[in-house]
Each structure stands twice: as C-alpha cells, then as structure tokens.
C-alpha cells in the first residue's frame, strides 16, 4: 500500500496566503523529491534533498528534509496564480531505483 | 529533443481487448518507468526498466506486462483489459541519481 502519505489532500486559498504541505514516509528514505503537476498536466521535477535536516529554497518556495529523513514539506509563500496545481514528494529507499510516490496535495489559489 | 513521447494520448476500449502503450525517450536514459494515476492515489509504479532487456515489478503489476528490446521505447501492455484499468498511464525516465522526466501521459478509458 501507499507508504508516503502527503496532508493535506487539498488547500483553497486567497493569492497571497502562504501554503504549506506535509510528506511523511513510514521508513526512511535516501533522498526525497518533489513534483509540481498543472491541471491536465504531467509531473514536472521541482527539486531533490538528500541530507538530513536540508533546507533549500527556490524564490517563494521552500524545501525541507526531516532530520530523521522520514519527513519532507514545501511551504510557499505569498501564493500566486501560477502556483496552482498538485504538489507531489516522492521518495528513494536505500539503492532501489524506484521512487515511490505521496498522494500529492492539489492547491487551489483564488485571486 | 523531444524528450518523452507516449503514444497514444487517447484510447477507449472494451473489457476483454488488448492493447499496447508506446513510450519513446530520445535522452539515451538508462531508466524507464510506468506509472498509473488514479484520483487521490498518486503515482502508483506498475513496472520499470533499468535497462535494455530488463524489467521489474512496481507496486501495481498485476494485469500489465512491460517490455524494453530497445533502450529508447519501452512498451506497457494490458492483455486483457478491465473496468479497473481506466487511469490516466505516464512514462518516465531518467540518468542514474538524476529526477525523472515524465511524458505527457495516455488517458485510457475501458467500458
């Protein structure tokens, strides 16, 4: 079964607002990725963390690695338009060379 | 550079009939993947290949089977297709240790 979870499923908010989204793993992962898909889209890659406890950022959004590197989140702020989509982490376990997916966290911003 | 291709964009078929999905990468990537995606489940990994002449099980590999006889297409095929099958199917590939870059997707329908 799924193995990744992401909260929440979905998040309306007001453009403007900041977003956050959550991606825990019940084991502990080499390396998390996460994943921007538009309506009608396919997955498009964001960013990859590898180390314990990194924070990368990428303009609005941020990117953090759980120290246990069994959680991840993305938090954005000051929401745009643009910024509207399905939102995934996908994680590496150990050498495999499967990612395994979250259920993804679908945003809505309202302008 | 096209990238990833899937053939076709579109299929409707009847419970019983067969078909084959066509996934062509022109990156010379090593990996390739098949994944499905149904509403609130994410990605889920039906098959994937690490490389010319090599599959294995994803997640979800009941009812399906791959092949990989050319390192640049790698091929999805339902036998016997179900109700149950009706998701939208992306492709994915990628280089060792680098994200997975995903075609545009097959939204199959099976009535």
């Known amino acids: 079964g799924q193995q990744v979870m992401q909260i929440p499923q979905y998040q309306h908010v007001q453009e403007g607002e900041d977003f956050t989204t959550y991606c825990n793993s019940s084991?502990?992962?080499?390396?998390i990725q996460w994943y921007k898909q538009r309506p009608g889209g396919h997955p498009v890659f964001l960013i990859q963390l590898v180390k314990s406890g990194e924070v990368k950022k990428q303009k609005r959004l941020t990117f953090q690695f759980g120290e246990a590197k069994k959680n991840s989140s993305l938090h954005i702020t000051a929401t745009q338009t643009t910024d509207v989509g399905t939102y995934f982490c996908?994680?590496?376990?150990?050498?495999?060379?499967?990612?395994?997916f979250g259920t993804g966290t679908l945003l809505a911003v309202q302008p | 550079n096209a990238g990833v291709t899937q053939t076709p964009k579109f299929r409707v078929l009847k419970t019983g009939q067969s078909m084959t999905l066509l996934c062509a990468q022109d990156m010379n990537h090593e990996y390739m993947y098949w994944y499905r995606q149904d509403p609130g489940m994410g990605l889920r990994l039906i098959h994937y290949?690490?490389?010319?002449?090599?599959?294995a099980k994803g997640e979800v590999p009941d009812g399906y089977n791959v092949s990989r006889l050319k390192k640049q297409n790698f091929l999805l095929g339902l036998e016997s297709a179900a109700p149950s099958q009706t998701s939208v199917y992306f492709c994915?590939?990628?280089?060792?240790?680098?994200?997975?870059?995903f075609g545009d997707g097959t939204r199959l329908s099976i009535l």
């Open positions: 290949s690490v490389g010319e002449g090599t599959t």
């Open positions: 994915a590939s990628k280089l060792p240790n680098q994200p997975q870059h």
């Open positions: 996908a994680g590496l376990r150990g050498a495999t060379n499967k990612l395994i």
């Open positions: 084991t502990t992962l080499s390396n």
